[in-house]
């Protein structure tokens, strides 16, 4: 699970003084966002390329598979 700090809550988590307790709650519905990418995210040396997260089109089980990376 990702750790969420919004800039208004990091002097707390960071501080022992912190309330943790407050600040360990679930994130908003619309914090993350997700998408399906191909299987070339997962490859090491293909370094910092911004369409390694570009959204790609998932077919049904019922349509024919393509390799797509």
Do not use: Q
Request: aromatic residues 6%.
């Amino acid at each position: 699970m990702p750790l969420l700090c919004w800039t208004e809550s990091t002097e707390g988590w960071f501080s022992r003084a912190g309330a943790r307790d407050e600040l360990l709650k679930p994130a908003p519905d619309d914090a993350l966002r997700m998408w399906p990418v191909l299987g070339r995210v997962n490859k090491p040396g293909n370094g910092d390329d911004p369409t390694l997260i570009d959204p790609v089109t998932v077919h049904s089980a019922a349509e024919p598979r393509t390799r797509l990376g």
